[in-house]
């Protein structure tokens, strides 16, 4: 259940979906899903769906990643991104494959630390972690080319449109409702411009670190 074959029909049906850029396809083919998972659930990893990773939250469903990824990768080669809500830290790994370095922030100690473990392992060494409450951003880092968020807020939080670089382009699902906007922000000067993409579904970004 965790072989390439398996890892195969998953990626054939992003293509179905409408997912059309190949680097974004060729990382998921490579990426083993599964070692993001508790070993309970390790068989679900190439299921269509999102998997809870425990405390509450989870792993988002293929399609989404890779959805989200090809948006923030469709303006032209990214440098520095910088993800909120590490999460599993699959999301992380996939992004590390495809920019030149990866900062994630995740406010839940506990899965970072495991994250971190699951990175190690697929010796992607160009990925920062940090345990922090993520609606800041990182601000010491300014100037990202790409910000990803896995966690909804109830509004575009200032500081991460602020930490954009020119050019820069956030995709973070918005609202509080069960079913929330994903939108892609563009930093143009002192100004952004905004996109509604589709509907989404994502656990809440909250404040404070546990
Ligand atoms: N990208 C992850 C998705 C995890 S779910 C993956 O691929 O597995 C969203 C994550 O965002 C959760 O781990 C949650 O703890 C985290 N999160 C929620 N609010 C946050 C905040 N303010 N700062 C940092 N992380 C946050």
Do not use: C
Request: proline share 5%.
């Amino acid at each position: 259940m965790t072989s390439a074959r398996t890892r195969e029909r998953m990626v054939n049906r992003l293509i179905e979906q409408g997912i059309t850029d190949l680097s974004v396809i060729d990382v998921m083919r490579r990426t083993p899903r599964h070692i993001f998972l508790d070993e309970a659930l390790a068989h679900r990893a190439y299921e269509d769906t999102s998997l809870p990773i425990g405390h509450g939250q989870t792993l988002s469903q293929p399609y989404i990643v890779a959805r989200m990824t090809e948006v923030l990768l469709s303006g032209g080669p990214l440098g520095k991104v910088l993800e909120i809500g590490t999460g599993s830290g699959y999301q992380t790994a996939v992004l590390a494959q495809l920019v030149g370095q990866v900062f994630s922030v995740e406010r839940i100690k506990a899965l970072q630390d495991k994250a971190r473990q699951r990175l190690g392992v697929l010796k992607l060494h160009n990925v920062r972690l940090r345990h922090t409450d993520g609606g800041l951003g990182w601000p010491e880092e300014p100037g990202f080319d790409g910000i990803i968020a896995t966690a909804a807020p109830l509004g575009v939080p200032k500081a991460l449109v602020a930490q954009l670089a020119e050019g820069g382009r956030l995709v973070i699902p918005v609202g509080g409702g069960e079913v929330q906007e994903l939108l892609l922000i563009t930093r143009r000067g002192d100004s952004h411009e905004t996109r509604v993409l589709e509907q989404v579904r994502f656990v809440p970004m909250l404040g404070g670190v546990l």
